[in-house]
């Protein structure tokens, strides 16, 4: 009787462990349970906070987000601007991404500033060819042309990829993507921690969930439309850059 009482406890005991392990995903690009279908047209605006290691606030900059849904031969493609403007409201960069909107697959990258910068980035499965200047004074062109053991998606991207995920508690999902402009061949975490109930503008509250990465990144979002609630970027010296809806 005492063995098999030590045995329902381990079986029981066994049965939490496989249980409680999280979820994880492994997505190679073209894999369906990745879904941008949820992505519609949509506009977000953000404040961004500088915070240095004593907590103190520093406002810095205000970014906006765009995204539009535009077909062509007979394509669907989610179409992503963003412009990062300083607290003047002098415009600093713009970023411009097009993916195929079912599968998120990466069909271009690119940024544009008003000093000068540029980078342009085009993606064919393994391969990524494209080009940057440095930003030095010699406006040094930094050229890419490669072929990655895998397929990748554009971290880029960055919160509106991972809104194409079945996001749910536990989830850990790992994406390849290409780092640019190096055009080295990486691989994106993504774990899912829980929800978290957010103040937006309007006196709103949006349930959302909050997404940690690998990339010193930490995500909340929400499967509907702006999607990127808040976003927190980890820095040296305890210090990071937080964006807020407004």
Not at 7 to 20: D, E, G, K
Not at 66 to 76: V, W
């Amino acid at each position: 009787m005492h063995s098999k009482a030590i045995a329902v406890i381990l079986l029981l005991l066994l049965s939490y462990s496989v249980q409680a392990q999280p979820d994880t995903l492994l997505l190679k690009p073209g894999n369906t349970i990745i879904d941008g279908t949820i992505i519609k047209p949509y506009t977000n605006k953000w404040k961004v906070t500088y915070f240095d290691a004593q907590g103190k606030a520093v406002p810095n900059k205000v970014w906006t987000d765009y995204g539009q849904i535009i077909e062509l031969d007979d394509k669907q493609y989610f179409h992503r601007v963003q412009d990062l403007y300083d607290p003047k409201m002098n415009l600093l960069v713009t970023w411009i991404n097009m993916v195929e909107l079912n599968t998120l697959l990466p069909v271009s990258f690119s940024t544009l500033s008003p000093s000068g910068g540029f980078s342009y980035y085009q993606f064919d499965g393994n391969h990524i060819i494209g080009s940057a200047n440095n930003q030095s004074k010699e406006r040094e062109i930094i050229s890419i042309d490669k072929t990655l053991a895998e397929s990748v998606y554009d971290w880029n991207m960055y919160g509106m990829l991972l809104i194409g995920l079945p996001l749910k508690e536990h989830l850990i999902a790992k994406l390849p993507y290409a780092s640019t402009p190096s055009g080295e061949l990486k691989w994106l975490v993504a774990h899912v921690t829980g929800k978290d109930q957010l103040s937006v503008p309007n006196n709103k509250t949006i349930t959302t969930w909050k997404v940690e990465t690998n990339q010193n990144l930490t995500f909340w979002l929400s499967k509907k439309a702006p999607y990127v609630i808040k976003l927190e970027a980890y820095l040296p010296n305890n210090t990071k850059m937080v964006w807020e809806m407004i």
